[in-house]
């Protein structure tokens, strides 16, 4: 059945009759809340697995992966494919992420040793950390190309005249490939490859500050919960480089875990402004406006 447009009176009659069974942030949602508690816990699971205390980082990690994934299952029907694509490769990096700690926190020996003592969890076990360091490889590898796919789909609609898809949405996601960074740095990183890792990484602080001016409207509009995954991503440079370059030397991981403690602190504290981030970056991302009603999920054009 087509549908008529009504005129301004009937429309803004009819989002009055709506909006008391809106809820109060429609933008923001359980699955947001979900998304974000988990952030925060990966952020201090990373402290613990700098310091190798999988006391700390093992429920942590746990808790930030079941976050995300029920984050991603709320969202399944709710939002557009750009968006899910988005939230479906931070759960796999994020969930790859965990496992690979996993794996190093109960069978590897680690070159570092703190005072605490308190990892491997188990025996040494090299084919099987070698394993599962491999298997963490390729679910880095794989959400760097569900990102490249969705990318490719995303491209076509856009240059497709029939879908009008809106630049806001393209340009939106475009500028989430700093998750590609993310995604590969830890792919180099598991495989060894020092400086792969170190560039993936550091190009990273610069793709996400940029992101943050674009989608904020003005420098002083970037709020600390930016800053945070740029403060992360130096931490992971200096985690790197001892772990690679300097085995064994303990002051690189100390250095490492106080400015992961510190972007911890600053994205825990952040509420506020990362939800008027993700917000702003949902309506940019959106796949149609208040013009647009085309499917894109059929090859028929709405008449």
């Known amino acids: 059945m087509s549908k008529t447009a009504p005129n301004d009176a009937e429309d803004d009659s009819l989002e009055l009759s709506r909006r008391p069974q809106m809820p109060e942030d429609p933008e923001w949602d359980w699955g947001d809340r979900a998304v974000y508690a988990a952030h925060v816990f990966w952020m201090l699971k990373e402290v613990g697995w700098v310091l190798l205390i999988p006391e700390l980082s093992l429920p942590l990690g746990a808790a930030a992966a079941g976050l995300t994934f029920a984050g991603v299952g709320l969202h399944c029907c709710r939002r557009g494919f750009a968006e899910l694509v988005i939230e479906l490769v931070m759960m796999i990096w994020l969930c790859t992420n965990v496992f690979w700690m996993t794996s190093e926190v109960i069978y590897d020996e680690p070159d570092v040793k703190f005072p605490w003592s308190l990892s491997p969890l188990l025996p040494e076990n090299v084919p099987v950390y070698s394993t599962m360091e491999y298997m963490s490889s390729i679910g880095f590898f794989i959400a760097v190309a569900t990102y490249l796919l969705?990318?490719?789909?995303?491209?076509?609609?856009?240059?497709?005249?029939?879908?009008?898809?809106?630049?806001?949405?393209?340009?939106?996601?475009?500028?989430?490939?700093?998750?590609?960074?993310?995604?590969?740095?830890?792919?180099?990183?598991?495989?060894?490859?020092?400086?792969?890792?170190?560039?993936?990484?550091?190009?990273?602080?610069?793709?996400?500050?940029?992101?943050?001016?674009?989608?904020?409207?003005?420098w002083h509009n970037v709020r600390r919960n930016s800053w945070s995954w740029a403060v992360w991503a130096i931490a992971s440079a200096v985690w790197i480089t001892g772990e690679l370059k300097f085995p064994g030397v303990a002051i690189f991981n100390y250095v490492a875990a106080a400015l992961l403690f510190?972007?911890?602190?600053?994205?825990?504290s952040s509420y506020q402004h990362y939800k008027a981030a993700e917000i702003r970056r949902s309506s940019s991302i959106c796949e149609t406006d208040s013009s647009d009603s085309t499917d894109y999920t059929t090859d028929d054009s709405k008449a």
């Open 262 to 268: 510190t972007a911890f602190v600053m994205l825990a």
């Open 150 to 218: 969705g990318l490719g789909i995303i491209t076509f609609w856009y240059v497709h005249p029939k879908y009008q898809l809106p630049t806001s949405t393209f340009a939106s996601f475009l500028l989430q490939s700093y998750l590609c960074s993310w995604c590969l740095k830890d792919f180099f990183w598991a495989q060894e490859r020092f400086w792969p890792a170190m560039f993936t990484d550091l190009i990273t602080v610069p793709m996400l500050i940029v992101n943050a001016r674009l989608e904020s409207g003005a």
